[in-house]
């Protein structure tokens, strides 16, 4: 069994990597981008269509605020880019949000701060894909009739391209990103020259569409209202920009600065790309409706349910390159695939920060470990399926999930903000050097309004949508901060009970004698070993115990006892109900209650058997007996194993698997000896 999973996980993840190659798998800037800003970078796609639909309330009139609403999404994404520049040098450890929220605000907020991060980075992949998977759709028919069936077939894929590694995936996943970034800024830069240079104009498929107003006349507070919960859907271009700050680790020397450029590139090239789709779509007449069925009309008549709804960024590229051109299918095609890799950020996060998490007890340690890769492989795995879940139980719609989104990333930007303002109070009360102080208090007012504006958009997007998903948000916070609280409470719980006490308790005195018992079956070979293994360790009292289940073959077992002469005794117990278990149980706990001082020390024969099916026909009352006596105070149990032939079969399986090799285990001999690397070292 260990041959035939072992072959699959070395062709899927590739050959395990030593510990002391960590170093190898950081990331240089221009890979980091890619691994921890396809989520920013990648929102542009669906972000100005959630403006455009929340407006749509309110009919086509209310698209003039658009611009206004992308201007307010651009001076927030450089505050908390500004922002969370300040933290990556403050905190370059890899804690992010959870670390300086819990360092200066408490454990509570820090927990806090975990539990919206790790709902956000789940919301992170089940939207991203499932935006990819429409826009994929609106090209090929079979992925959008089987929307949820793609999306977890993708989620699968990306899980075992994040399983090779961190620096790995991130190469493959470069190439997609930078062909949409450029793909994006060719769409602007033609688009502009068509419309101000040529004074061309460009119609986008839906520009002869008229929109029914859900809500008409809105005015007051009720238009107010609508703009505000327009901007909190454009506020989607922001998830992920914490990522970097919880990766800083995986960033080449000179970590914080490395982590810091790549923000303020990822910041200047998301804006770039919002502003310009937002403007384009105004320029090329996009129509967008909540239900496009019964809301947008042609020619006066409802589309109907069969119209599928495409994208804005799909409907702005069929105006500017012409629908079906060469230009508009690379667009199309890197779209949807810099959608799907956009969950790569959460892919990366999710695992680092359950790592720290689990570091302070707030996770199962599992998730600490590395895998063969030096990834995180129990957090991807643990990602994975809660993403693929949420997938399966909203339909993979993205507009269903985006109402869940941006809650739990702005409760972290928020206390994380807040955080790092008491962070430099703390600095600047003991900091004596001007030039220090005065960096510091630019810092502090740079993370001061953070903190507000941050705080204000929480407070928008909490009351703009929560009766539309964000309670879902919300509730699955609460989830995770009662469930940590409690892994929490009983690690600490296991960690005082066990802890090793200065003085010598009663547990540490040597147990006044040792009583060991060896059960009996029938007497053969395993039976002898195991008499010989007890009297060798030479307890106090030592006795063999059979339970009688069957009259003539207990009165078998005597006879040949006597027959033999086995001077140990022989203690039989009575069975009525022909129960194994319950009477040595029994009788090992009444040992103890006469004697509570004396260890009680049982032995167990086994045969050790070289196929699994006989596993099904040898030693489950020994299982069972081991099973219960685990929880008696003062009971050792020992397995005595003995060798059936065809365990022989079993050591021949193993020495083939020693000398087997996994295709990419062994590539060009040993690493000490190759040729390049001994060069290296003669130079």
């Known amino acids: 069994m260990s041959k035939l999973t072992d072959l699959p996980k070395r062709i899927l993840i590739g050959r395990a990597l030593r510990s002391d190659k960590l170093g190898e798998t950081l990331l ?50 450089f505050t908390v880019v500004a922002s969370y520049r300040q933290n990556v040098h403050a905190y370059p450890s890899g804690g992010g949000d959870y670390e300086v929220a819990n360092t200066n605000l408490g454990p509570k907020a820090g927990l806090t701060v975990a539990s919206a991060l790790l709902v956000d980075y789940v919301l992170t992949v089940a939207v991203s894909i499932s935006s990819g998977i429409e826009n994929l759709g609106s090209a090929i028919p079979f992925v959008v009739e089987h929307k949820v069936f793609c999306a ?67 005015a007051g507070f009720a238009l107010l209202f609508l703009l505000l919960r327009a901007f909190s859907s454009g506020c989607a271009a922001l998830t992920g920009v914490e990522a970097i700050s919880n990766g800083v680790p995986a960033f080449r020397k000179p970590k914080s600065k ?168 703390r600095h600047l009360k003991t900091e004596k050097n001007p030039a220090q102080r005065r960096r510091m208090m630019r810092s502090r007012a740079i993370n001061t309004f953070g903190a507000f504006f941050t705080g204000l958009v929480l407070v928008v997007v909490l009351a703009t949508k929560f009766t539309h998903g964000a309670w879902v948000a919300l509730l699955g916070m609460v989830i995770f901060y009662g469930t940590m609280t409690a892994i929490r409470r009983h690690y600490d719980s296991v960690s005082a009970e066990i802890a090793a006490a200065e003085e010598r308790p009663d547990e540490y005195v040597r147990p006044s004698r040792v009583r060991s018992v060896v059960l009996v079956s029938k007497l053969h070979k395993p039976t002898l070993r195991a008499l010989a293994y007890a009297k060798l360790l030479h307890a106090n009292e030592l006795e063999a115990l059979s339970v009688n289940v069957d009259p003539a073959e207990t009165k ?69 007996l081991k099973g219960r006596l685990l929880f008696t105070p003062g009971v050792m149990v020992t397995s005595v194993p003995y060798q059936l032939r065809s365990s022989e079969a079993a050591k021949k399986r193993e020495r083939k698997r020693q000398e087997w090799n996994a295709p990419g285990s062994v590539r060009r001999g040993p690493v000490e000896k190759r040729p390049k690397e001994a060069a290296g070292k003669d130079t």
Not at 71 to 76: G, I, K, P
Not at 305 to 317: F, H, L, T
Not at 591 to 599: G, Q, W
Not at 608 to 616: C, D, I, K, N, T
């Open 258 to 425: 490395n982590a810091a450029t790549t923000l303020a590139l990822m910041g200047g090239l998301a804006v770039t790309m919002f502003c310009g789709i937002i403007f384009l779509a105004m320029a090329t007449d996009v129509r967008m409706a909540e239900h496009p069925a019964v809301d947008l009309l042609r020619d006066g008549v409802p589309v109907g349910e069969s119209y599928v709804q495409d994208p804005v960024i799909s409907q702005v590229a069929a105006a500017v390159f012409g629908d079906g051109t060469f230009l508009f299918v690379v667009l199309a095609a890197a779209t949807a695939l810099v959608l799907f890799l956009a969950a790569n950020t959460a892919y990366n996060g999710f695992p680092l920060l359950g790592s720290i998490l689990a570091q302070d007890r707030y996770l199962p340690r599992q998730l600490h470990t590395r895998g063969d890769r030096l990834a995180f492989s129990n957090g991807i795995v643990l990602l994975a399926g809660a993403a693929a879940l949420l997938v399966w139980v909203y339909g993979a719609d993205s507009t269903k999930l985006i109402q869940l989104y941006i809650v739990g990333v702005f409760v972290s930007f928020t206390l994380s903000q807040t955080g790092m303002v008491r962070h430099w109070n």
């Open 28 to 77: 240089p800037k221009r890979i980091a981008l890619p691994v921890f800003a396809s989520d920013p970078l990648s929102s542009v796609a669906y972000a100005p269509g959630e403006v455009l639909l929340v407006l749509s309330i309110a009919g086509l009139s209310a698209y003039h605020f658009s611009p206004w609403i992308a201007l307010a999404v651009v001076v927030l994404m």
């Open 152 to 218: 977890v077939g993708v989620i699968v894929l990306l899980t075992l391209m994040n399983l090779r590694g961190v620096k790995e995936s991130g190469s493959l996943f470069a190439i997609p990103t930078y062909v949409f970034v450029a793909g994006v800024f060719i769409m602007i830069a033609w688009g502009a020259y068509q419309g101000i240079v040529l004074d061309e104009t460009m119609k986008a498929p839906t520009a002869d569409f008229e929109i029914k107003p859900e809500q008409e006349g809105l």
């Open 556 to 624: 078998a077992l005597k006879a040949e006892w006597e027959r033999r002469g086995i001077n140990v005794p022989l203690k039989i117990l009575d069975s009525p109900y022909r129960e194994i278990t319950r009477p040595v149980i029994e009788y090992v706990k009444n040992i103890r209650r006469e004697s509570p001082r004396d260890a009680v020390s049982v032995y167990i024969p086994e045969y050790v058997v070289g196929h699994w099916y006989e596993h099904l026909l040898h030693n489950q009352s020994a299982l069972r």
